[in-house]
């Protein structure tokens, strides 16, 4: 009698199931992601441009993000979404949102984003 070895045809596909759905939510959530370190290079660089000056308004601020998201392509939030708050020693850009992914049928993921970039004006 021989000894049978090696995964059998089920125990393929069980094991396959769950990797292909990882692999899936991964494709459906990666550009996502992408958009967000779009929108935190974005804030990043707008925090490096106007650090140091005194004369900043929320309205400056969210122009200076705008134009950077119209150059970078960022699709979400938009710029009027980013909010801006006087704190001490400069300004606090809070990017706070959340997508929806959509999986199949009526499954999506949620995925909530929230990043905070300080303007230092001293």
Do not use: C, H
Not at 29 to 38: A, L, S
Not at 88 to 114: C, H, K, R
């Amino acid at each position: 009698m021989r000894k049978q070895r090696g995964v059998t045809m089920i125990g393929w596909v069980i094991l396959l199931i769950p990797m292909a759905l990882v692999l899936y939510a991964g494709i459906r959530v990666g550009p996502e992601y992408f958009n967000y370190y779009k929108v935190l290079t974005a804030m990043k660089e707008t925090a490096k441009a106007l650090e140091s000056d005194e004369t900043l308004t929320p309205q400056a601020i969210r122009g200076a993000i705008e134009k950077r998201f119209d150059t970078g392509y960022v699709d979400s939030p938009k710029a009027d979404e980013i909010e801006v708050a006087k704190v001490e020693g400069g300004w606090n850009m809070t990017a706070a949102y959340q997508s929806e992914v959509p999986m199949f049928g009526n499954l999506f993921l949620l995925i909530d984003f929230d990043k905070t970039i300080k303007i230092e004006t001293n």
